[in-house]
């Protein structure tokens, strides 16, 4: 039995069908980490959209420029949880003290956390657009 384009056709349409339900039926996603409380760091991205800190910070290379790219700061080498509240609380040249609830800190440093964990950001790896838009190199 000769195979004829049709047949191709029809087995390459049925199985993108077939994968297409499928996602949906079961979407793909990343699960959250054990230790990750999600309301936690939903609220603690609500903070850091109240206090406008991607006006001058940066995750995975986008945002402002004035401040650091604070995608990994939670894991970086002489950084971490104590450090990050230190210089939120109490400032720096370049930045204001924030007067923060306990658990407005503690919510973005959960968030903080979950933005660490989902991946590396180097934005010399990245080509930025005019228009927004960003390719890999």
């Known amino acids: 039995m000769k195979i004829k384009p049709i047949h191709i056709f029809i ?42 800190c991607q006006s001058c910070h940066q995750f995975y290379g986008l945002g402002g420029y004035l401040g ?16 990050i509240k230190a210089v939120i609380l109490t400032g720096n040249d370049a930045m204001p003290a924030y007067h923060l609830s306990e658990n407005e800190l503690t919510d973005l440093m959960e968030f903080f956390k979950q933005t660490n964990q989902s991946g590396r950001a180097d934005y010399n790896n990245f080509t930025i657009y005019n228009n927004g838009m960003i390719e890999r190199k």
Do not use: C, M
């Not at 077939?18 to 990750?36: D, M, Q, T, V």
């Not at 650091?68 to 450090?83: F, H, P, Q, R, W």
């Open 68 to 83: 650091t790219d604070l995608t990994n700061i939670y894991s970086a080498k002489n950084k971490g949880e104590a450090v």
């Open 11 to 52: 087995v390459l349409s049925l199985s993108f069908l077939i994968y297409s339900f499928s996602i949906y039926i079961h979407p793909i996603y990343a699960k959250p980490e054990a230790n990750i409380n999600i309301e936690k760091a939903i609220s603690g991205r609500l903070v850091w959209q109240k206090y406008n």
